[in-house]
């Protein structure tokens, strides 16, 4: 994780790209029997997204580590159908050698483009 960390700092300064776009999706329903099911859902947009710098591998390579682990990526009052940027925050660096060693993912909701 730590060479992921390394590519994100060092193309964040090179390249002013587009990130990877979302879609949100909120589905509420109760089931035949009687349950409440509530589920959120994240679509990417390839359209509206980086091609493929740097940074956005780095992104593709950590989110599953990140959906699969403790920490998932949080969204923050969730709308449906709004287009959110997965964006890296929370970085934390090594003491000794000053670089980045860990971070979280979040979902930051795009207001320019919503629809």
Same mark, same amino acid.
């Given at each position: 994780?730590?060479?992921?960390?390394?590519?994100?700092?060092?193309?964040?300064?090179?390249?002013?790209?587009?990130?990877?776009?979302?879609?949100?999706?909120?589905?509420?329903?109760?089931?035949?029997?009687?349950?409440?099911?509530?589920?959120?859902?994240?679509?990417? +947009? /390839?359209?509206?997204?980086?091609?493929?710098?740097?940074?956005?591998?780095?992104? =593709?390579?950590?989110?599953?580590? *990140? !959906?699969?682990?403790?920490?998932?990526?949080?969204?923050?009052?969730?709308?449906?159908?709004?287009?959110?940027? +997965? /964006?890296?925050?929370?970085?934390?660096?090594?003491?000794?050698?000053?670089?980045? =060693?860990?971070?979280?993912?979040? *979902? !930051?909701?795009?207001?320019?483009?919503?629809?």
């Amino acid at each position: 994780m730590k060479n992921e960390l390394s590519k994100f700092k060092e193309s964040k300064k090179k390249n002013k790209c587009k990130g990877r776009i979302f879609r949100a999706h909120v589905n509420r329903y109760l089931t035949k029997k009687g349950g409440y099911v509530y589920q959120e859902k994240m679509t990417p +947009l /390839k359209r509206m997204s980086c091609k493929g710098c740097d940074r956005c591998v780095v992104f =593709d390579e950590c989110l599953p580590d *990140f !959906v699969y682990g403790d920490n998932p990526p949080f969204i923050k009052n969730i709308k449906d159908r709004a287009l959110y940027e +997965l /964006k890296v925050v929370d970085i934390s660096y090594d003491w000794e050698t000053g670089n980045a =060693d860990d971070f979280n993912l979040e *979902f !930051v909701e795009l207001k320019d483009f919503n629809t």
